[in-house]
């Protein structure tokens, strides 16, 4: 493998790590808070190893990755800024411990949202805008990783599976990929700024629409509110529901969008089903919690709808203990954290094309079973999926539901109750934080055992990283030769 | 369709039900109990409609049956016999709510082995007979089934997925599969007279003794007593998880090991599997309940072992309640529900081998990662699995999920607990019989929700029939033209 050049990326991304650091110093001088040295020191830190990785290594460097070279550089980025950026935490005393650092940021940069603390309006402002701002970068290394990383455009144009990348060199990168990535990017940025507008005029101070814009694009789903969301207006909550849904989105259909190709974004098979399971399970829920009676129409379902939205998102949000509510309600917002968001969203999870093309594959099967001879081929959105690529697809769902299980035990033998253990793996594998069990929206994970900490940290990356770029590294086949 | 056939089939399978029925009669007698007439009424009923179906078809008779005619013949053979197999309840009191009744004999024919009945031995010995017959019976036309009905010899020379099932013209059966079948029914029968033997030499009772038989050898699970295996000596309880185990495998390899060839039995992928399985969670589960403290070393591998053979084959047998174990050896058994036997034998569920080629999708998935242009193929005992029939498995993987999610809401919505819901589905779906929550070995079905009743017997039936016989009966595809 290519250790120099993977260690000179390594240094470069903390470079940018360090810059974006630097920026949550302003908050604490604008507040008067008096970690300002605390979080130059992480800065600097920071800073300084990754100028020291990027020095070593700029000479004579051969800009080129293989496959291994890929997966390896993919998994340790996200583990590389998940331990540096554990440093505004531990330095300002925030949060003392460094399983629980490392957790809360990880569940940062996974764009989780799964937190370890209880009380968010004591720490300082600074600390808690570093805490969305990794969610913010978490969502922009997400944008880079679909769109550049892994670049094989199949389905629909886009790389949906992301099984088969093929060899990646660096330079190739360059002309198209990387104005594709810089054009998405932009969207993102944008909508962060549009929502942060629109959350302004609403009654939202600047700290806090800033903090919530950034939970909101990534599906990252931290607050700096105690109550989430659950304390602003409808205006806010309708607004934020928008957004969570745009966030959930395939980028490039924002992008198709801009550029006026009106039918590409509506008759997009991804996009339709997605709206359609949001329609089905808010009406679902919003008549359960109605019937239970004490709120009128228009409240039931805009919990029901904001639940809904946060959950297939996977931002996480809450404006409602989903758990105070009856039992069939939350069962049906627990299985939505399998379905996920769309693929080249920053939603996590096991994303809604992959269940449009499980599902098309039983039909497809029962029409085999008919007509054993015929010679149909699945097609999404006018593109065939052949068996390899269902085959992949398999793997997939095969590696999640293993994964799951396996995390479910280990969660259980770590002595938490099954519904904890099972909420607790769905919601850090499907990137989305809020669980079921003693993990619920009203709960947080500071209970959870040392090492079942250290689990979901893991799950939280495996999930973010579409499991296998993570799981592959722990194949014999990867490191033999 | 050839519904002339179909009637026809179904007349010949209603003679043959009636046959059986007549037999508990003999068990009235011995025992001098007041329902002969009942039973007699019951089986006479059953013949005459047999009788009448088959006189009414039998001339100019083509006997062809197309792929549709298969699904509908095999699905609609087990409800038919599962509507007149309540007779003997219905008749004789035993059982008196018809959907009670349905439950309990679809339970029977589908070797699942749920009941809704609480005190056992309350109950006439001739009845208590017939729902063990109503498993044995089941066990034999799962034998046919695999064998004849489902002839298309893929993976390791047996159908294993059943996806593609060819036209299957009602002559062909006769020269080689009517003969296997005749071969493997042999080997079923033999089996449960050499157990029957086995139980006589314990402390049991002939009329237990054939019961538990019957049951076992069907991987059913009903027990003419109160207390299941409870009761009975540690010889009985050793003998009946060997012959629990024995009924999980592929009969072929039974086959195979009389014939002489033990190389083929012993090198069989399914098979190794799941002995490893078997041990790997036995020792497991021994380690918990023995930490737990109260019984020895031998109480708790035998408990243990027990429990894990009789889940993973779906028997469904209990010597103890796992429930009122802690919580990390139940959720162990719990997953054990989702393993299932082996295929070709009599037990129900996902079965080993779909686990195992999934299993080994996934390595060959991460060995086209690391080498997009390799042409690895998929083996199985030396048998290449392509593409297109892993895609078959990932259908039924697919819907088996589907229908387990699917079950599991409409049993909350039907108002019970997450557990029971999930517990009572995985259980029926998986014909084990004893589930968790409100549903455990220690309980029974008899306060389920009569809704629910009927949800589950229907799962019982998908479960039974690998999914895609029945169900696709409910696509449009199967009923256009
Ligand atoms: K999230
Ligand atoms: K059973």
Redesign the interface.
Known sequence: MNFRFILNIFGRVLILLGLFMLTSIIWALVYNEEVVEELLVSSLITLVSGAGMYLLTFRNLKKELG??DS?FTVTFTWVIISLFGTLPYLLTGAIPSVVDAVFETVSGFTTTGSSILVDLESLPKSVLFWRSLTHWIGGMGIIVLVVAILPLLRIGGYNLFK?????ISYEKLTPKTASTAKRLWGIYVSLTFILMGLLLLGDMSFFDAMNHAFSTMSTGGFSPRNTSLGGYSSYVQYVVILFMFLAGMNFYLHYHFVKGRFRRVFSNLELRTYFGIVMAVTIGVAVIIYREGGIGIEKAIRDALFQVVSIITTTGFATYDYLSWP??AW??IF?LMFVGACVGSTGGGVKVIRHVV??R??????????H?NSVKRLKINGEII???K??????F???Y??TF?IG??IM??LGE???T?VGSVAANMGGVGPGIGSVGPASSYAHIHETGKIVLSFLMLIGRLEL?TV??LF?S??WER
């Open positions: 496959l291994k997966y099984n088969e990348a093929s060899g039992q069939e069962t049906l299985m499980s599902f594959n039983v039909t497809l099967h029962f029409s085999r079973m008919l054993p052949d068996d390899e269902v085959g992949s697809l398999v793997s769902l095969v590696l539901l293993l299980t479910s035990i259980v033998l109750d099954t519904l253990a296998t799981l592959i194949t086949l990867f």
